[in-house]
């Protein structure tokens, strides 16, 4: 009888913790159920049309690495990948200028909710919006822009039809919304600093960038990979703004990839090839965002 009780007594705490082993995975099914069905096997999709000639309608011809290879030869993929390049690079700067707006507003001033709520609205606009208001401030003939030169006596210039300039105006008006995006971020990462450590640190003599450097910007931590990770794919994927603002002009000289896919694949009808352009962007996104994962799991074992 006692064996017995015992037998008994030992099974349910094998039962409980195979349910908390089990349980996880239950409340995750239907995420990973949608995550698989509309989003994994349509990548495995663009991967499959990439090896194909096929223009949407009729039946599809396999070419292999036919689509990879034109790729690599098309003046325009290049022109795409450097601009995709110079999106990546200057749109970082939104980290540094959100966080200087954070720490601006991160104050108990009057006002400063109006204040805020001024700073966040570009982010609550569309892109389309930010697309036509900057289209309109660059217009060389009643633009904004061109009436401030005027002022210090500068003559008009047509920023979005200058091949040279072209990009970086585009990129200048994405940065207004991305520059409050990683406002907020910050501004919830500053919610959450220990006040303990600030005034620990202001007792050992640290004060300005000392402090934000030592202090301020490690706990920020979680907040600047949220913003970096974002900004990267925000920037490797840019799309609606230039397809506003130039469609791709002048002269192709403002193409993104993301662009250059939708001209491919809906205006040229080469759905293969377009899937390729769109593997081929993956991958670049799928690298940066690795790296920067690994870096951050890195710097975590070595903290912790």
Known sequence: MAVAETAVAYVPPRSRWSQQRIAP????????????????????QSFQIGLYEWDGFSDKSYIGGGNYEELFD???????????????????LALPLGLAVALFLNQTVFGIRLIKSLFFFPFVISQVVVGLVFAWFYDPANGLLNELLGLVGLGPTAIL????????????????????????????GLNSVDPEQIEAARLDGA????????????????ATFI????TMIGALRSFDLVQVMTDGGPFGQSLVLGLFMYHSALFEYRMGYGAAIATVLFLIMSVFIAFFLWRMVRGERQTG
């Open 25 to 44: 995975w239950v409340f995750m099914l239907p995420a990973l159920l949608f995550f698989g069905v509309y989003v994994v096997w349509p990548i495995i």
């Open 161 to 188: 039809s200058d091949e040279n300039s072209v990009t970086f105006g585009i990129i200048a008006a994405g940065l207004w919304p991305q520059v409050a995006y990683c406002m907020i971020l910050y501004l919830t």
């Open 227 to 230: 913003a970096l990770v974002v």
């Open 74 to 92: 098309d003046d325009r993929f290049w022109t795409s990948v450097w601009n995709n390049v110079l999106w990546l690079f200057l749109f970082l």
């Open 207 to 222: 004060r300005g960038m000392k402090l934000l450097w030592f202090v301020v910007l490690p706990q920020l931590r979680p």
